[in-house]
């Protein structure tokens, strides 16, 4: 039992810090989408990216490679460019053009491993991801994209723009849909977000990190006390405490612009 105990937690430890650098990029990010209207576009350009990752090894690139890597940026940041282009022609259809996206990235997901015998299991590694197994070297490209991330929010969020913001936010999810998939991903992003928004903006940021951080807490000790997948048991663990959070709030029910 002992043994098992110490096997579960060099798993879990790694899965927790994959987590957290997810949750510390996004909990800010997710604010903005959500006072912003674009509440789909972490979902699009985490499907852009991993285009981006399916098309890199259609060609016979590693997994783990740099090329992958710069074929996942690369993909992403087109997607957002395109989104920014798009917000800036035909803000009214925002929304519905980021759907739009996802859809067209998803089915070309599907059309480029329509042949691949392995094709299903690499499709549902993307979505539900594979964050009891990150590697060091995936947890320092994390490490070093969130050092950016943070610099640059806390300290330079008012010159990004609207180029800067979409990019800054491609660079971040390339990286986090590798690690913890896209399911994660959005549910780190869009739960704090709506469980926080009823409070007072200057609280918003700590809770949502608290939470956020909790979820993956809990989640990866359930999974692994009741043998079940990980990814899944996260998203259900953040989504419950996100309505205990939601409900705690005393501010009237208005979207608000968060105070970072």
Do not use: C
């Not at 990286?175 to 926080?196: D, E, H, K, N, R």
């Amino acid at each position: 039992m002992m043994a098992t105990l110490q096997a579960d937690i060099g798993i879990l430890w790694p899965a927790l810090i994959a987590g957290i650098l997810v949750v510390l990029s996004h909990v800010p990010l997710g604010q903005q989408v959500l006072s912003r209207g674009i509440v789909f576009i972490d979902l699009a350009i985490a499907q852009v990216a991993g285009l981006g990752v399916i098309a890199a090894h259609s060609f016979g690139l590693h997994a783990g490679g740099w090329t992958t890597q710069v074929a996942a940026a690369a993909a992403a940041l087109a997607g957002a460019l395109l989104l920014t282009w798009t917000e800036r022609k035909r803000p009214e259809s925002q929304e519905a053009l980021i759907g739009i996206l996802f859809v067209l990235a998803s089915t070309a997901q599907i059309l480029l491993l329509a042949n691949d015998p392995h094709g299903g299991e690499d499709l549902k590694d993307l979505l539900a991801g594979q964050i009891l197994w990150v590697t060091p070297q995936q947890l320092l490209h994390a490490g070093v994209i969130t050092l950016i991330f943070l610099i640059a929010w806390f300290r330079f969020r008012e010159r990004l723009g609207r180029i800067g913001f979409y990019v800054l936010f491609a660079l971040v999810v390339t990286i986090s849909v590798q690690l913890v998939g896209v399911y994660l991903v959005f549910t780190s992003l869009i739960v704090p977000a709506v469980a926080t928004y009823r409070y007072p903006p200057r609280r918003q940021l700590a809770i949502g990190y608290a939470l956020a951080i909790a979820s993956y807490v809990v989640g990866l000790v359930l999974s692994a006390l009741l043998d079940l997948p990980s990814s899944p048991v996260i998203v259900w663990a953040m989504a419950l405490l996100g309505l205990l959070v939601h409900f705690g709030g005393r501010e009237a029910p208005t979207l608000r612009s968060p105070q970072g």
